[in-house]
């Protein structure tokens, strides 16, 4: 009986030994596009997708990342990608043969961090409405600490409208005339406003003017001095007259 609880102990000790180095061993590297659904808007040529790295579990501290894959998109679609990298990490290496990616990691990788921009420009000559998606397959994540992960591939969609030069530089139009109209509309509300001030201030002047008398002093003065140099006048040429009557 002592040797079977012994057995049992050690068998409990050996699995719980076992569960925590696998917990342990567990390393999770996330891969995402970011948008996961792209819309082109009418007459863009070209549109941006992130290549972001998610939360990281497993991964030592001081863990320099690389990153390689294969990018594959439509041919007959988009006609070029250029990508650039975030300062974390060295020029991305893509080949469009072989459409293999590698980008190398130049400094501890971070959680939730972006690894590149990707901008994939579409042909001239493609005019439709039509659904396409960038993918990345057989990602392989590679640390200096030896980690090695396989992550799943990773596909986003495309939703791409096009429409005629015509119709574009119709659109164009229109929202250059929107833009003209609020512009003139702002212009005619402040012209308003303006023009209110100033009758506001032509009224407050009528008002003072037409209530105030013109003065009559000036007038009055005239007539009383007139009549008194007539009156001296008069009475200078009757004492003349008179004297020389004597």
């Not at 250029?82 to 990490?89: G, M």
């Not at 990345?136 to 030896?146: A, E, F, K, P, Y």
């Not at 009758?199 to 003072?208: F, G, H, L």
Request: with cysteine.
């Amino acid at each position: 009986m002592k040797k079977v609880c012994i057995l049992v102990i050690t068998l409990i000790i050996a699995l719980s030994c076992f569960s925590t180095y696998s917990l342990g061993s567990i390393i999770s590297i996330p891969i995402n596009l970011e948008p996961s659904i792209v819309n082109v808007p009418t007459n863009e040529h070209e549109f941006t997708v992130k290549l972001n790295i998610g939360n990281l579990i497993g991964v030592t501290q001081g863990t320099v990342l690389g990153y390689q894959s294969f990018l594959v998109y439509d041919e007959d679609v988009i006609d070029s990608v250029s990508i650039k990298t975030y300062e974390e990490w060295d020029k991305a290496n893509y080949n469009p043969s072989t459409k293999v990616l590698l980008i190398a990691g130049n400094t501890e990788t971070k959680s939730n961090s972006t690894i590149a921009e990707m901008t994939f420009k579409l042909k001239d000559t493609f005019n439709q409405n039509m659904k396409t998606k960038i993918l990345l397959s057989d990602i392989i994540v590679s640390g200096t600490d030896g980690t090695e992960v396989e992550v799943p591939d990773v596909e986003i969609d495309v939703n791409i409208t096009r429409v005629s030069e015509e119709q574009g530089q119709e659109d164009a139009n229109q929202i250059q005339n929107e833009i003209t109209q609020n512009i003139t509309e702002e212009e005619n509300q402040m012209q308003n406003t303006m023009s209110d001030k100033v009758e506001n201030k032509v009224i407050k002047v009528d008002s003072t003017t037409s209530n105030a008398k013109l003065p009559q002093t000036g007038i009055t003065q005239v007539v009383l001095w007139s009549i008194l140099i007539i009156t001296i006048i008069a009475v200078f040429c009757i004492i003349r007259y008179k004297t020389m009557m004597k």
